[in-house]
């Protein structure tokens, strides 16, 4: 990560909750998905969506193994995203047990 200083921390503090509420504008997946991929490259993108897909698999009782196996992903990633789902902020497992609340 970059170094800053203590005015551009505060900066980045503000710009960094700009960013979420603007999340909380978009109101379909299509938004979202227009929004990541101008936010983000391609590469960016597929690391999250390589992410999100980790966590479905992780919750779904999958092995590390079988994970790799099924989405190309590093065992070292799927490791640290097993270990964000336990001892992250807990948006993971937010956003996991919505969208399982969703699909019923």
């Known amino acids: 990560?970059?170094?800053?200083?203590?005015?551009?921390?505060?900066?980045?503090?503000?710009?960094?909750?700009?960013?979420?509420?603007?999340?909380?504008?978009l109101k379909t997946a299509d938004e979202v998905r227009q929004f990541l991929l101008d936010l983000c490259t391609p590469s960016e993108v597929e690391a999250i969506v390589d992410r999100w897909w980790t966590a479905s698999l992780l919750r779904e009782g999958h092995s590390y193994r079988k994970i790799s196996e099924i989405t190309g992903?590093?065992?070292?990633?799927?490791?640290?995203?097993?270990?964000?789902?336990?001892?992250?902020?807990?948006?993971?497992?937010?956003?996991?047990?919505?969208?399982?609340?969703?699909?019923?």
Not at 87 to 98: D, K, N, Q, T
């Open 1 to 25: 990560m970059k170094q800053h200083n203590e005015e551009q921390k505060r900066a980045l503090k503000t710009a960094a909750g700009s960013l979420y509420k603007a999340f909380l504008t």
């Open 73 to 104: 992903v590093s065992v070292t990633t799927i490791g640290r995203v097993a270990r964000f789902m336990n001892m992250g902020e807990g948006g993971y497992r937010l956003a996991l047990r919505r969208e399982a609340a969703d699909q019923t």
